[in-house]
């Protein structure tokens, strides 16, 4: 089993920065993707951007420009940091992890992310 622990929500106006971050515990692989995905309710749950042990990223072309995940390994932690936040970027923010090998995402319990304009 694996824990997800998220942190850094909250409510910012348009323009604003925000900063998530989540801690992966338990049975955790050394190759794995760890990521955010965001849902508004009443819509499906989107990918907002990934990020592999081995570097790769990849982002959804909405946030591209404005967002950007980092991650430490050694912490078993990945952030986002959110700058130029648009209210479409409201919504409740899971973190999620995968093992490489493994089809099988686990999640956060989500923080909330809300975007005044």
């Known amino acids: 089993q694996v824990q997800l622990v998220e942190s850094g929500g909250g409510l910012v106006q348009a323009g604003g920065s925000l900063r998530l971050s989540c801690a992966a515990s338990?049975?955790?692989?050394?190759?794995?993707?760890m990521g955010w995905y965001r849902q508004n309710s009443g819509k499906q749950r989107e990918l907002v951007a990934t990020?592999?042990?081995?570097?790769?990223?990849n982002y959804a072309d909405s946030v591209k420009g404005r967002f950007t995940i980092s991650r430490d390994n050694a912490k078993n932690t990945v952030y986002l940091q959110m700058n130029s936040l648009k209210p479409e970027d409201t919504a409740v923010y899971y973190c999620?992890?995968?093992?490489?090998?493994?089809?099988?995402?686990?999640w956060g319990q989500g923080t909330q992310v809300t975007v005044s304009s």
């Open positions: 999620a992890y995968r093992a490489d090998w493994l089809n099988k995402w686990y």
């Open positions: 990020a592999g042990s081995d570097g790769s990223t």
């Open positions: 338990g049975r955790i692989f050394s190759g794995n993707i």
